[in-house]
């Protein structure tokens, strides 16, 4: 998708703190981050968001969690806990419409906290 903020990210056409890579999946910093530990993890493969999914979709949505799995064990953030928030729709704070997991740690979070 060419004006897609995520999608310019993963061709490096937009710098960004990466900190995962594989050939499904991108994780980098986010850049107004809301707790000490906050990453994004996006599929390379432009998903609008979980609402969008299609069965040609079940691959990448399956290993995403993997991706996050391992995004989240190489922050160190196993021990403590961590939450993931997937905003789906404006109206749920969704700004960038390719899908991506918010990887939020390094704090006590409460619940529910909406
Ligand atoms: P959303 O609100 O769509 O769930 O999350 C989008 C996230 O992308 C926000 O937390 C926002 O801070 C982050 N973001 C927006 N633009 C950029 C950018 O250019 N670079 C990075 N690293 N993060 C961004
Ligand atoms: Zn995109």
Redesign the pocket.
């Known amino acids: 998708m060419e004006d897609c903020?995520?999608c310019k990210?993963i061709k490096g056409e937009?710098?960004?703190?990466k900190v995962y890579e594989d050939d499904n999946f991108f994780a980098?910093?986010?850049?107004?981050?809301?707790a000490p530990v906050?990453v994004?993890v996006i599929p390379k493969k432009h998903v609008a968001s979980i609402a969008a999914l299609t069965e040609d979709d079940a691959d990448v949505a399956g290993k995403m969690l993997f991706a996050i799995q391992k995004v989240a064990q190489e922050l160190g953030l196993d021990k403590d806990g961590y939450r993931v928030?997937?905003?789906t729709g404006e109206k749920?704070?969704?700004?960038?419409?390719h899908m991506?997991a918010?990887i939020l740690g390094g704090k006590e979070m409460a619940w529910p906290g909406v």
């Open positions: 903020l995520f990210i937009i710098p960004s703190t980098f910093k986010d850049i107004a981050p809301v906050h994004l928030i997937f905003n749920a704070g969704q700004t960038v419409h991506h918010h």
